[in-house]
Nanobody
Framework: QAQLAESGGGLVQAGGSLRLSCSTS????????MAWYRQAPGKQRELVAR???????VYADSVRGRFTISRDNAKNTVYLQMNSLKPEDTAVYYC?????????WGQGTQVTVSS
């Protein structure tokens, strides 16, 4: 069974930056695609970005050019650097495999962007 733990969220003003981290353990393998997802109040969870084991990444249109996903397989950690944050980025952010595995959802980390 895998465990994923997200951290790094917080309250930031519009235009600011945050770096999220996701530590993985258990059955997550280095060859897994990993991804960041988010869920805003009253909305469905959505895919933000995904990354292959070799570092190839894909982004949602809403975050392309502002967010960067990366991974350090030696540290079993996936990162999301978020720049130029907007109020509409406010959500709980989760990491998971891609495609997601339901049993792997963690607690997430809250990101709140004030205008």
């Amino acid at each position: 069974q895998a465990q994923l733990a997200e951290s790094g969220g917080g309250l930031v003003q519009a235009g600011g930056s945050l770096r999220l981290s996701c530590s993985t353990s258990g059955s997550i393998r280095d060859n897994f695609f990993m991804a960041w997802y988010r869920q805003a109040p009253g909305k469905q969870r959505e895919l933000v970005a995904r990354i292959s084991s070799g570092g190839w990444s894909v982004y949602a249109d809403s975050v392309r050019g502002r967010f960067t996903i990366s991974r350090d397989n030696a540290k079993n950690t996936v990162y999301l650097q978020m720049n130029s944050l907007k109020p509409e980025d406010t959500a709980v952010y989760y990491c998971n495999a891609f495609p997601f595995i339901p049993a792997y959802w963690g607690q997430g980390t809250q990101v709140t962007v004030s205008s």
